[in-house]
């Protein structure tokens, strides 16, 4: 069981309790706030238990919570759950994930109504009971009704990082068979999109058969949809399918071109094979055998009897037969990375090794978990050659956001720490909140001191189209702003994008000399893909940057330069690619 599920099980464990009433809070904020150490763990909590580690080491987690964790790692189960779940539906805990619901409206709902489900909360909005209830109404009903609609047509994803976390002890389990020859997770995860639907996994072996019964038996399989000889998939406990393909080596390159996708990118190569006189499909390149050959061959998914064979055991080979260089994976959805092959013009797209620094991140002085020496020791480490350390302005308050006269605070320990520390450069900076009006969150005076200015909306996502572009369009022709921070405000599963003109936005930034974030963390991408190519189409500079609240998720760079190199971004189109002096001559510009 990993983190992820051994979080949700106590996430469902706080809901429930909550919806059940009468429980103590400071048992339901516990349960909460160990959920938070779990997600952000970055072990697993099974390696940490088979280490012999003592789990009441790690904040927020006391005796109790350790043996609930060690239970759900040994058994998947958690009782006291199961307890509650004889009194309280567990059905329940969707309903709470309506936006306007939560728990104490949907105990409401449930004691007052008999709502056991999302779909008996539409019944009810639908039939207008809910308008009568104590404390809802007739526009909450409205709300309530619009927002249940929207939830039930989204479509499930998960999200990358959610997805690596599921897919890494499948790998490892599947590696450890010697009959495993190769083996690659192809398709959206390949391509490394920001969310998936399921897993598509490839396995080149000989020995098909108790390679199959080696998936299907994997021990976080909760239910087997089919398995063929060479063809499986399953459910696992998390929810995530999985399909498996087995291969013989020389169909192996052919199957992962054709399952890596995009099924787009795969449309357009075969468009391309035919124009050739060739096909394509998931077992090989091959010759379209012409009419008067008569030739016996097999018959293509077209009905074209099939030639000679000409590729089909690298990818490399795959491409090279429809005469074009490898395309990398995050390029292929047929934005015309095909037509640029072609001309050999694919981009070079930035990587990890390109980045000098990361220009986002907090530390306790407001709600990050490191202090600014542990922050700078960990970038350092990173071999960064600069960083920006952004905590965060007054407008958070929930945050601990400061206010000047905390910054001068902050800055006299920054002084000190400066003062032991060359081996890396640091930025003073702050993740300045944008105000109603577009105002900003700190004095002039220290806007005009700081080496990096960092802005952000986080308030106020509702307001019309039109005033919220002109809200952000002050704030970025502010002359001593910087960064436009995670400027879509989205959250992925949970919050969409808030309304503003995106093309004008970037037009300002890149005529006042702002960068544009990409911010990292897997939970926001922010700006995704499509938005970033728009950015530069206009002429923005980009930052990839982490929003970092603990050491750890300095690492998360690697989800903004994946959603970077699907963006087509190369290092000269990010900034903090660039050395110190041509940065911070790009912010005095
Ligand atoms: P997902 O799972 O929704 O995040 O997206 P993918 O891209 O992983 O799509 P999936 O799992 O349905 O299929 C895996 C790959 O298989 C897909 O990227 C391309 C290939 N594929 C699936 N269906 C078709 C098809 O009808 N035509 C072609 N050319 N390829 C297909
Ligand atoms: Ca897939
Ligand atoms: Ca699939
Ligand atoms: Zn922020």
Sequence with gaps: ????????????????????????????????????????????MRKLLEEGEDLTELPAIGKDMASHIAELVNTGRLSELEAVAEEVPRSLVEVTRIPNVGPKKTAKLWKDLGVETVADLAAV???????????????????????????????????????????????????????????????????RKETVGDIDLLVQSDEPEPVMKR??????????????????????????????????????????????????????????????????????????????????????????????????????EMYEALGLPWIPPELRENRGEIEAAEKNKLPKLIEQGDLRGDLQMHSTWSDGKNSIEEMLEACAAKDYEYFALTDHSKALAMTGGMDAEKLARQWEEIDEIVETHDEIRFLRSMEVDILAEGDLDLEEEWLERLDVVVVSVHSRFNLPEKDQTERILAAVRHPHVNILAHPTGRIINERDPFPFDLDAVFEACAEHSVAVELNAHPSRLDLKDTHLMRAKEKGAKIVISTDAHRVGELDLISYGVEQARRAWLGPADVINTWPLRKLLGFFSA
């Design 1 to 44: 069981m990993e983190n992820l599920e051994i979080a949700a099980a106590l996430k469902e464990m706080a809901t429930l309790l909550e919806i059940k009433g009468g429980a103590n809070p400071f048992r339901i904020r516990a349960y909460r706030n160990a959920v938070r150490t779990i997600e952000e763990h970055p072990v697993p």
């Design 125 to 191: 909005a639908a039939e207008g009971k809910i308008a009568g209830l104590e404390g809802f109404g007739k526009k909450s009903e409205e709300k309530i009704l619009a927002a249940v609609e929207r939830y039930q047509e989204r479509e499930v994803r998960f999200r990358i990082d959610q997805a690596d976390q599921l897919v890494r002890p499948l790998v490892e389990h599947m590696e450890a068979d010697k009959r495993v020859q190769t083996l690659e997770v192809a398709g959206s995860y390949r391509r």
């Design 215 to 316: 998936f299907t038996g994997w021990s976080q399989v909760a239910e087997v949809v089919g398995a063929g000889e060479t063809r499986g998939s399953v459910v696992l406990k998390s929810g995530l399918e999985v399909d498996l393909r087995i291969l013989p080596e020389e169909s192996y390159g052919a199957a992962l071109l054709y399952f890596t996708g995009s099924k787009e990118h795969g449309v357009a190569l075969r468009k391309r094979a035919l124009e050739r006189g060739l096909s394509i499909n998931e077992y090989a390149v091959s010759e379209l055998a012409d009419e008067e050959s008569g030739e016996e061959g097999t018959t293509s998914t077209t009905g074209r009897e099939l030639g000679k064979r000409i590729a089909g055991r690298t990818e490399e």
